[in-house]
């Protein structure tokens, strides 16, 4: 899943896509690699970035709205000078309601789905993050059938 604020290509929801292709709107789905450069402010203590990943074969866009609690567990997952750029942008909200990371912050997420939103330009399903973890945070603790046996 890539991260490109530059391109300003309309692409199709990818949460709204996989609705329509039959996944349940109860379903967790989980990322085990994102890449966040960039969050916006959508209100007082919610925030929101997008990611751009291939489904079906075309490129679609990604919502991914977290809150304060969140933003913290990305931010150990990076470097200092990313938690210092988030206080000083902290303190411009709302005059400043965007902000770069010096340096993108790798992670996986677990995400559920939202409630559909119209807007002028169409409709899109927000996601929200439910858990945040880091890269390979997972497979290292899942026990190998090799792992049993040299228990036994």
Do not use: C
């Not at 949460?15 to 109860?26: S, Y």
């Amino acid at each position: 899943m890539s991260n490109n604020e530059n391109e300003i290509i309309a692409r199709p929801d990818l949460a709204l896509a996989m609705l329509r292709h039959g996944i349940g709107n109860e379903t967790v789905v989980g990322y085990s690699s994102v890449e966040v450069s960039e969050i916006r402010v959508l209100q007082n203590g919610l925030f929101t970035t997008t990611m751009h990943t291939d489904f079906e074969g075309r490129s679609h866009s990604l919502f991914i709205d977290f809150g304060y609690d969140e933003l913290e567990q990305m931010l150990v997952l990076g470097p200092a000078e990313n938690r210092r750029a988030i206080q000083d942008w902290i303190e411009t909200v709302p005059f400043v309601d965007q902000l770069y990371f010096p340096h993108p912050i790798e992670m996986g997420q677990f995400l559920k789905f939202g409630e559909e939103q119209a807007t002028d330009d169409g409709s899109f399903v927000p996601m929200t993050v439910t858990r945040i973890y880091a890269p390979g945070e997972l497979i290292k603790n899942i026990k190998q059938p090799e792992d049993e046996e040299k228990a036994e």
